[in-house]
């Protein structure tokens, strides 16, 4: 992943968070030598509107 993504999925939670809408949420960030970034977790949202949902960060690999 870029930075400027890991950097808008950060921001978000954090917005989430702040606005009391996300009740749980955990991210693990490893940056490789290339300076692209390894990066998983998930966070809640829509917690304010009842049992709300979840958002998941996951790898994809190419070609699969």
Do not use: C, P
Not at 34 to 54: E, H, I, K, M, P
Request: glycine share 18%; hydrophobic share 35%.
């Amino acid at each position: 992943m870029v930075r400027d993504h890991l950097v808008n999925i950060l921001a978000d939670m954090m917005d989430e968070v702040k606005s009391g809408d996300s009740h749980g949420g955990s991210i693990e960030y490893e940056m490789q030598e290339d300076g692209s970034f390894l990066v998983r977790g998930s966070y809640r949202v829509g917690n304010s509107l009842g049992q709300g949902g979840v958002r998941l960060i996951m790898a994809i690999s190419e070609g699969g």
